[in-house]
């Protein structure tokens, strides 16, 4: 258990997603103030989801071979598959959105001579900058920074967190430090950011607006290897635990 829910904090923390979100919501003007409402609310649903699950088993994990034990391990099974299959379908997006790039790029060269004939003297668009970005967080607030989080949670993966739960077992040390660890991990990466923002601003928000831009094109790739990794895993584990004899 505590192996998976390490592996699965730390597949929650590398997700791009929302960490693209947060470099948005902490470089507003009032972004240290949103940004710690944004990470109370994303560790506000670890610890909802670990404690509901806690609160159905009591804290001890079901016998094995039980019909709890084996939901749950069908359950990660599931979700295992859903990873895999999610990460072949950004895959295949990704794939087309590249084609379609590709062949839509000699376009614009082509019909550049005629634009500069014919429009000349037109104004040039000016060009997307980081302060153009943030500028529409300006008017965020810690509440809508919050919602942010909730619905940005990789909730599958939060989700296979909670079916790894229902083994834990509270009367060991072990497994109250493996869901404290969990929680610290799949957040490390959001507090770093606050922390960055927080004793060096002007630096942090340039950085982390690089970060995000990098994010932004290479978010696919890091969505599928970290979906199929995460997703072989479960799937592995699950299929072992299902039909070993123990």
């Known amino acids: 258990m505590v192996l998976d829910l390490l592996l699965i904090g730390l597949a929650v923390t ?55 034990s084996i939901g749950a391990l069908v359950a990660t099974l599931v979700i295992g598959l859903g990873l895999v299959v999610y990460s072949e379908h950004r895959r295949r997006r990704s794939r087309r959105t590249g084609t379609g790039a590709g062949a839509a790029g000699p376009e614009p ?21 980081g302060s153009s970005v943030t500028s529409r967080m300006d008017e965020a607030t810690g509440w809508s920074a919050a919602g942010l989080a909730v619905l940005l949670q990789p909730w599958g993966m939060v989700s296979a967190a909670a079916a790894t739960v229902v083994q834990a077992d509270l009367s060991h040390a072990q497994s109250f430090l493996a869901l404290m660890a969990f929680c610290v991990l799949a957040t490390s990466t959001l507090l770093a950011m606050e922390l960055y923002m927080v004793f060096s601003p002007r630096r942090a928000q340039s950085v982390l607006l690089g970060l995000r831009g990098w994010l932004e094109r290479h978010k696919d790739p890091a969505i599928v290897v970290t979906c199929l990794l995460l997703g072989l895993w479960l799937v592995a584990r699950s299929l072992y635990q299902l039909t070993g004899t123990g």
Not at 120 to 128: F, N
């Open 109 to 129: 060269a082509a019909a550049e001579g005629g634009a500069a004939e014919g429009d000349a003297a037109a104004p040039e668009a000016p060009p997307a900058s």
């Open 14 to 68: 590398l997700f791009p997603l929302p960490i693209m979100a947060f470099v948005l919501v902490v470089s507003g003007s009032r972004g240290v103030r949103n940004g710690l409402a944004f990470i109370f609310a994303w560790l506000a649903c670890l610890v909802t989801v670990m404690a509901l699950v806690l609160l159905l088993t009591g804290g001890q994990p079901p016998p094995p071979r039980s019909p709890p």
